[in-house]
C-alpha cells in the first residue's frame, strides 16, 4: 500500500495486470460528480445527527487519508476511517434504482462522495486500484445500509430491497492524495489475482473464494481490510 498522508510505497503488493503494467489502463470511467457533506441533520439513530446529506461541488476538490476535504461523518464508529474514506457509486446503479423507485437519484442521495458512469463499481474487485485526477484510491469493502440511510430515503423496507438489490458501491482507501474534479477519468489501473469483487464480498464469498482472499494475504500480494478478514474468518471457520 501507499501511505496516504506521504504518497510513499510502503506495501509489498506486486500483482497487477499486463496492461496496465504496460501503462494501459485496464478500464476507463468518468467522474461525475464529487459531493461532501452540505449540513449536518438531525437524525432519530443514536447520534442525534447524520452527515448523509452529500452534495456536488463545483470546483476541484483535494482528497487526503481520511477523505474528500471538508467532508466529515457524524457517527465515526461505523463510518469514515482510512478504510472507508470515500464512498463511491455508479450513475448506472442510481439510475436503475430511480427506474424502480419513480424519483430522481442525483448525486450525493445516498451519501455518496464520488458518482461515477462508465464503470461497474459494485463488480470491482477487492484491492483494484483507480486514479482519478492526482489522486489513487484502492477499493475496500462494499457499503451495508442502515437505519440512518432508510430515513434518509423515506422507502418502505429500505434497507432490505438495498440489501437484496446488492447493488451497494464501494468504499475506498485513500491511496495518494490529490485534487480532484467532476469530470475526470477515472482509470482502474491494477486488479488483483483474487478477482472476488465488492458484490460478492457483500453477498457472502464462497470457501474458495474466501480462501483465495486469506491466500494472497498471507503471501503479502495484497492487504485486506480488517472487515474482510473477518468476513473471511467466518466463511472459512464453517
Known sequence: MTDSSTGTATSSTTTTAAGAAAGAPLAVGRL?????????????GSVGVTAIDK??????????????????????EHHGGEEQAVYAYAQEEADAWG????????????GENLRVSGLAVTDAVIGERWVVGEAEFEVTIPRTPCATFARRMGEERWVRR????????????????????????????????HGVTVRELFVGPT????????????????????????EIERVLAR
Open 55 to 76: 452534495r456536488p461541488v463545483a470546483s476541484a476538490v483535494k482528497v487526503n487519508r481520511l477523505g474528500v476535504y471538508a467532508d466529515v461523518q457524524a457517527d465515526r
Open 99 to 110: 427506474e424502480r423507485l419513480g424519483r430522481e437519484i442525483p448525486a450525493g442521495l445516498f
Open 162 to 193: 438495498f440489501t437484496e438489490q446488492a447493488d451497494t458501491g464501494c468504499y475506498l482507501r485513500v491511496v495518494r492524495k490529490g485534487r480532484i474534479a467532476a469530470g475526470d477519468a477515472v482509470a482502474v489501473v491494477h486488479r488483483p489475482r
Open 207 to 230: 470457501p474458495a473464494q474466501a480462501a483465495a482472499l486469506r491466500d494472497g494475504q498471507q503471501a503479502g500480494e495484497w492487504e485486506l481490510t480488517a472487515k474482510v478478514v473477518r
Open 32 to 44: 461525475d460528480a464529487v459531493c461532501r457533506v452540505h449540513q449536518l441533520a438531525p437524525d432519530a
